[in-house]
């Protein structure tokens, strides 16, 4: 049993300008980023809590002599 698979994408070399972006319309450092730099607060503070409850298991399983 055969069977047809039909696509629109294009293998020209023309590909993926209909995705240009405007890059003329943004400044450098205007952006602001005080929610991105709480939430790497969060992911540091997640990051060293984890490290505290691992650090935590390997020794009670060395204390345990697992």
Do not use: P
């Not at 049993?1 to 995705?19: E, K, L, Q, R, W």
């Not at 939430?39 to 060395?62: E, H, K, P, R, T």
């Amino acid at each position: 049993m055969a069977t047809t698979v039909t696509t629109t994408h294009t293998t020209t070399a023309t590909h993926g300008t209909s995705h240009a972006h405007d890059h003329a319309a943004h400044t450098h450092g205007t952006m602001d980023v005080q929610e991105h730099e709480r939430m790497f607060g969060y992911f540091v503070q997640f990051l060293a809590w984890n490290a505290v409850a691992m650090s935590a298991v390997l020794i009670f399983l060395a204390l345990a002599n697992s």
